[in-house]
């Protein structure tokens, strides 16, 4: 969140430059620093179907996360997946277009979930059949959502968020959030970073 106060420094001179000069290639380096924020992003699953019930259909989510911050295409500072959802918050890197990385992200987890889906329950495969130009099975509800996290406070709400989001009531699924496996709460609580893709939100 520190970096916030030099990107800010850094569009308020790319647009003075960039008026200066009528350049392309400076309103170009505009939109990229506006359009990759630390974000808050959340898919659903279709009709809200807990197809992501499985830990193995959670565990490709961790393995597509982790392999773009591998890659260097993301950085992760927070994460929760539930049954039938899941959040992060991330910031994609600059020279991926935001709408085509999260696309992707969504196809390859999707194909994966099915799979895994097709050979363990038949009754739920039926249910996420669809009959469209583009597929016949439909893990993700359309139009995720993404919001931009401007400032500390705002992003300090949603990883707390998050990290509750497990003890909710209506999950019930651990007493302290820190006991969730498929969370980032236990990487702020003892600073373990069990699958190995999360920096702290201080450095992201």
Partial sequence: M????YVSVVRQ???????LTNNCYFSYVSTLIQDHHVQFFTAVCKDWLPLLQQDACKQTIINALKYRVQTKQVKVCAFAIMPNH???IWRIAAEFQQKDFKRDFLKITAKQIIDIISRTDKQLLEKIKVDLKDRKMQVWKRNSMS?????HPFFLQKLEYIH????????NLVVYPSDYVFSSAK???TGEDTFELLTHYNEI
Wanted: proline share 7%; net charge negative; charged share 25%.
């Fill in 2 to 5: 520190r970096e916030e106060f």
């Fill in 13 to 19: 001179f790319v647009v003075v430059v960039g008026r």
């Fill in 86 to 88: 899941f959040h992060i």
């Fill in 147 to 151: 919001i931009d996290l401007y400032n």
């Fill in 164 to 171: 509750n989001n497990p003890c909710h009531p209506k999950w």
């Fill in 187 to 189: 990487f702020y609580d």
